[in-house]
């Protein structure tokens, strides 16, 4: 398994601004991901952070909204952009390959995100 | 594309009693993982169990079991004895090229 950190833990923020958050895991893991989980909801999928190149993003998420980097195999970050009361919801950060753990996903414990 | 199909939005279960959840899943492939996640009210996500596509045998931790039917694309999981720590979100998900979740299922256990 993984321990994963997420920074910051909750924010809330006003409308128009960006926010960044972190996720950071103890050992190099081959894949990470972005999901958004909004109230009471299941987790979707933001996208798949490569890294040293661009992220692979689901369908109805863009890089201008959600920029994300992962500039090494331990570390990514995502950036919810020009915010709006809609972007509302926890981002869970997750990893696999980490250790023998192929086709096993890990998550951190979720950045929750309040937008005024 | 595939789909992930949790049928029970909320299950309830008496402590030291059985619950079994349900799970479907719409695919064409042939290989491929199942994953049951619990997500307590903490929201930290926790993998109970997960099964290979190409193994017969149903996957057992301790008192949580699958009962996997490939050809009915059914993956539902048994809680036995089950414990207040149990209640939570149970996520059902399938695994492919990237991981797809059901809906979730909200188990309350009473004591």
């Known amino acids: 398994s993984a321990v994963i950190s997420q920074k910051p833990s909750r924010d809330i923020c006003q409308r128009g601004t960006s926010l960044t958050i972190q996720c950071q895991v103890d050992s190099q893991v081959t894949m990470m991901f972005w999901y958004r989980q909004q109230p009471g909801q299941s987790l979707t999928l933001i996208a798949t952070a490569n890294q040293g190149s661009e992220a692979t993003y689901e369908s109805g998420f863009v890089i201008d909204k959600f920029p994300i980097s992962r500039p090494n195999l331990t570390f990514s970050t995502l950036t919810v952009s020009n915010m709006s009361p809609e972007d509302s919801s926890i981002y869970l950060c997750?990893?696999?390959?980490?250790?023998?753990?192929?086709?096993?996903?890990?998550f951190g414990p979720g950045t929750r995100l309040t937008v005024l | 594309a595939q789909t992930v199909t949790q049928s029970q939005p909320e299950m309830s279960v008496q402590e030291a009693e059985t619950v079994t959840l349900s799970c479907t899943y719409d695919?064409?492939?042939?290989?491929?993982?199942l994953f049951w996640y619990k997500q307590p009210p903490s929201r930290q996500m926790i993998l109970v169990i997960r099964?290979?596509?190409?193994?017969?045998q149903n996957a057992t931790e301790n008192r949580f079991s699958v009962n996997f039917q490939k050809a009915a694309k059914s993956f539902s999981l048994k809680i036995s004895d089950s414990q207040l720590g149990d209640a939570a979100m149970y996520f059902c998900?399938?695994?492919?090229?990237?991981?797809?979740f059901g809906a979730g299922t909200r188990l309350t256990v009473k004591p």
């Open positions: 997750s990893v696999e390959g980490a250790g023998a753990s192929y086709n096993e996903q890990f």
């Open positions: 998900a399938y695994r492919t090229n990237d991981m797809r």
């Open positions: 695919t064409s492939e042939s290989d491929y993982y």
């Open positions: 099964q290979e596509a190409y193994k017969q």
